[in-house]
């Protein structure tokens, strides 16, 4: 069944290829039917905020909610960039460079002067951009390992943060503070322009052909091949998009922290992949869902944020990321359904009689429960 659900969109871009329309697909919520790919990870969400309210209430009162969801929105966008990249069999580890590097160019280059900080996001963009061609290039053109690749840009990309900001940063620009801080009718500007995205996301993958061509791809790469589609066309796109939407990100936490630090994107890398892996994308690559990937984010916000609030130090903070990032690497890794199913078969069952084990027609001796020999004795 799996694999089947695998190569779905390449037979669907198969049927294009052919000129043939491909079948509309299924409603995945429906009576009966499949489930959102997000609703196992929405459960979970309103679970842990359900347990954070019993056990430690402060960490879900107003004030606590206005303080986490903005950088909650941030690293729903950096999320789901790297679900663009996981998708394609990829990984991201210049997420933290672009990240920094996008902080100290929109805070030193306009040294405080609001007038300057249009230049500096422009900047921002073109450098991260370029980060993510050369990524991509080297990745899909020269065939370098991702994780080669990407920790090796972001080796250079930390170069650049040093060099521009000497390792401390100046404020940010007050025009920049009050854009990102502010709110739209009471919800945090970075959680609003992370649902703005997560629904343009959602839309590209899922309605175009540009998005099922993506994931066909990302679901096998021989298949998509046979589909007559240019997989490292893909594979390049994916971590261009990425660095748009690391630099995004970038751009809301330089006006979210007053006082940022050279290194801002440091920790923004671990609990990436763990909303990737919570919200169902497999490392491996394939499907994804970038809404199920952003209520992820979510849920690692706040389950940071009831860490915080108990007392635990930031090295604690970082084990329960890891430990969350396990667990959904067991949860949607291991084959949970088929040892579920073999082993309620065999409890329900029993052990089976011979009469059911031999081949039919062949009689079974009362006494040791072996089929007789069909053929002449000697």
């Not at 050279?262 to 923004?268: L, W």
Request: proline share 6%; net charge positive; charged share 10%.
């Amino acid at each position: 069944m799996a694999s089947h659900d695998q190569n779905a969109p390449v037979e669907s871009l198969r049927s294009e290829a052919a000129g043939g329309a491909a079948p509309a697909p299924a409603p995945r919520w429906q009576l009966g039917g499949r489930t959102p790919a997000s609703m196992p990870i929405l459960l979970a969400t309103g679970a842990l905020f359900l347990i954070s309210l019993v056990f430690e209430p402060q960490s879900v009162r107003h004030s606590a909610l206005l303080g986490m969801l903005p950088f909650a929105g941030a690293l729903a966008i950096t999320a789901m960039g790297q679900t663009l990249v996981v998708q394609q069999g990829g990984i991201d580890l210049s997420v933290p460079g672009m990240i920094s590097l996008t902080v100290v160019l929109l805070t030193s280059y306009p040294n405080g002067d609001s007038g300057k900080l249009g230049v500096a996001i422009l900047l921002a963009f073109g450098a991260t951009l370029a980060a993510g061609v050369l990524n991509g290039a080297m990745i899909s053109a020269f065939g370098v390992t991702p994780i080669v690749a990407t920790l090796g840009m972001n080796a250079l990309l930390y170069g650049g943060v040093i060099q521009i900001s000497g390792g401390n940063p100046p404020p940010t620009t007050q025009a920049l503070a009050t854009f990102a801080g502010g709110n739209l009718a009471g919800i945090p500007n970075a959680l609003v322009i992370a649902i703005v995205l997560t629904a343009i996301l959602a839309v590209v993958i899922k309605r175009t052909v540009l998005g099922r061509r993506f994931e066909a791809v990302g679901a096998g790469l021989l298949g998509a091949r046979a589909a007559g589609l240019e997989a490292r066309r893909y594979q390049f796109l994916a971590y261009v998009a990425a660095a748009a939407l690391y630099c995004t990100a970038g751009v809301l936490l330089a006006g979210i922290v007053s006082s940022p630090g050279a290194f801002q994107g440091d920790s923004y890398l671990l609990p990436s992949v763990a909303a990737v892996v919570l919200g169902g994308t497999s490392l491996l690559g394939g499907r994804g869902s970038v809404v199920a990937t952003a209520i992820a984010a979510l849920f690692v916000s706040q389950l940071d944020q009831f860490v915080l609030v108990t007392g635990a130090s930031q090295g604690v903070q970082s084990l329960v990321d890891a430990g969350a990032l396990a667990v959904g690497l067991a949860i949607y890794s291991v084959p949970w359904r088929r040892w579920l199913r073999r082993y309620g078969r065999s409890s329900r069952d029993g052990p089976r009689r011979a009469e059911e084990i031999v081949e039919p027609g062949l009689p079974v001796p009362a006494e040791t429960g072996a089929p007789l020999a069909s053929g002449p004795q000697k």
